[in-house]
């Protein structure tokens, strides 16, 4: 009986320790640094100044194959219009045609998606370019350079984003007194290989009248079999009708974008914006971490939160965003850095941080990061991201003494 009370008290004392522990550890974070027996802090909001603002891109290189065409009005970027320019490729070398006319020919592009208003209507004028392109390095998808290019007389075409999306493939069909002289009768030594023809034809602008309203960007895959320039022809020698297509996926392909930013818009800080398309991105700089540098603190978690600000002016919220390291005016990627999806719970975006932080405390890391929309070159994304008083960007810090 006496070992049975024994046993009793014994467990009832373990039980109500377990609990006490329990609840010291929910009070962390109360006070400015709170220190318990396990040597764990957590950061009061207090201490953390996380530096923030948002800065315009000097310019952007891009690997990708997407072209972007349309025009919208965003309430701090502007009037965002959108153009490319490209290049057309012969199909083999030492193409002969000899035509003596023209019965069709159309432009074939494939579509991938948009970026705003479906129901918008577009005004596109194709141009022929003025100017060589091979002298661009063909990994700089994005140009500043606005190339100079002549309406082609009748090629201008009205078409519905919903209805060309449906098809996913915008078809431009060219008045047929374009492209005889200009392509198929050119020089013999202008269609000997692709080097000589894009120097005698340098290729195509497309672009659309400004949207004032509510607008649209279309995404064109010109890296794709499926675009080219289709011309069906006859020739001197031949009744039959003949056709080629001239690829434009071995061509060099621009990106030209254009924004008319509000720069009083853009400078407020309750929040934070980014866009894509050689647009905006935001920096934050996490240099109040200096303070417990060489410390011997462990990270335990580190969870960057970033809200969304005020649902994003009603544009489409991106499902994810990227972050990097900043130094010496190089992005480099952040080692073993997780998240930044959209959370559609609380409207917003985490990082885990954990092992970059760390860096930061023990290794003296370069505390500067920045945040862009995600595969900017290929989209036309936009976000503000919430950073006032009552809904300010996060950082969740929990340390262990070392």
Known sequence: MKKGVFYFITALLCVCLFFSCENEESIIGENLLIHNQHDIFVLNDSLINIVAFSAIEDSLSAQNSTNLLGSYFDPISGQTNASFCFQITLPNNEMSFNAINISNIELRLPLTGFFGDSTANFNIKLSSLNQSINTVDDIDYLTTQNFESTPIEGAEFVINIAETLDSNILQLPIPINFGLNEILNLPTQSLANNEAFTEAFYGFKLEVEPIINNGSIIYINTSSDDAFLKIEYTNSSNEEVLTTNFPIN????????????????????????????????????????????????????????????????????????????????????????????????????????TRHIQKILSENHNPICRLFTYERDSNADRLMLSNTSQNPIKLKLILIEG
């Open 250 to 353: 071995s061509g060099v392909r621009l990106n030209y974008v254009d924004h008319d930013y509000n720069e009083a818009l853009l400078s407020d800080s309750t929040f934070l914006f980014i866009q894509s398309m050689g647009g905006v991105f935001s920096e934050l700089d996490f240099s109040f971490l200096k303070n417990y540098q060489d410390s011997g603190y462990i990270v335990n978690q580190a969870t960057l939160e970033l809200s969304v600000f005020e649902e994003n002016a009603n544009f489409t919220i991106p499902q994810q965003i990227n972050l990097y390291e900043y130094s010496e005016n190089n992005l480099i990627s952040i080692e073993y850095l997780s998240g930044g999806f959209l959370s559609s719970e609380n409207n917003s975006y985490e990082f885990d941080m």
